[in-house]
């Protein structure tokens, strides 16, 4: 069936270096890739879409990258901070049949 | 401007008690998503609506789960009788039509945890 899964469960960056977390998904027909923060006890909180006619784009400190070919996304995080330590999830969005489905999530651990 | 709002943000049962969560979306959101999120994993649809209308409820256990949005804002998810597998949180979601503002962002309340003993 469709699904949207992460490489990596767990990733422990030093404060300041980049992060890179990964996705990988099945279905080629969704049309918008998108990252989620959730922090303990809240709710899942948008950080940047991608259009599936788009290979990258750029937010504050944050780039989504789109490899359709292999049927990858990613998220770069630029320097980064104890406050971007959470899980991070990533969907995807089919507008053919309305689904908007997760991924298991990563969790991001920023040391100091 | 206020952002989904849910309640309980906690609540603790036992088995074969019945359960009912209350989400009020942001306002002018016509698309209404209750998620299931176990630990560890990502939000599972259970429900959406559009406006007053449940539009997609394939993934919603009938047996045992109900919902409703009545006059096409805030809406209710009930449980009953619950089961100890039904221990998550529960989050509710809302977005304008979908495409309307050129985004994928959904707008999560932050969830109301349930406990089944």
């Known amino acids: 069936g469709e699904s949207v899964g992460l490489h990596l469960p767990t990733l422990s960056v030093q404060e300041g270096d980049n992060s890179i977390i990964n996705c990988a998904y099945s279905?080629?027909?969704?049309?918008?890739f998108i990252w989620y923060k959730q922090e303990s006890g809240k709710g899942p909180q948008f950080i940047i879409d991608?259009?599936?006619?788009?290979d990258k784009r750029q937010g504050q400190r944050v780039t989504v990258l789109l490899n359709k070919t292999v049927k990858h996304l990613s998220l770069q995080i630029a320097a980064t901070q104890p406050g971007d330590s959470a899980v991070y999830f990533c969907?995807?969005?089919?507008?053919?049949?309305?689904?908007?489905?997760f991924g298991t999530g990563t969790r991001l651990k920023v040391l100091a | 401007e206020a952002g989904v709002v849910q309640s309980p943000r906690y609540k603790i049962i036992e088995k074969k008690q019945p359960v009912a969560f209350w989400c009020n979306p942001i306002?002018?959101?016509?698309?209404l998503y209750w998620y299931l999120q176990n630990l560890g994993q990502g939000p599972e649809l259970l429900i959406r609506?559009?406006?007053?209308?449940?539009?997609?409820d394939s993934q919603l256990p009938k047996d045992r789960f109900s919902a409703e949005r009545l006059k096409g804002v805030d809406s209710t998810l009930k449980i009953q009788p619950a089961e100890l597998g039904d221990s998550a949180v529960y989050l509710c979601?809302?977005?304008?039509?979908?495409?309307?503002?050129?985004?994928?962002?959904?707008?999560f309340g932050e969830g109301s945890r349930l406990t089944v003993l």
């Open positions: 306002s002018g959101h016509n698309t």
């Open positions: 609506y559009e406006n007053e209308e449940a539009v997609d």
């Open positions: 279905n080629s027909a969704s049309d918008y």
């Open positions: 969907a995807e969005f089919t507008s053919g049949t309305y689904k908007y489905i």
């Open positions: 979601a809302s977005s304008l039509a979908f495409g309307s503002e050129d985004t994928g962002e959904l707008f």
């Open positions: 991608i259009r599936s006619n788009m």
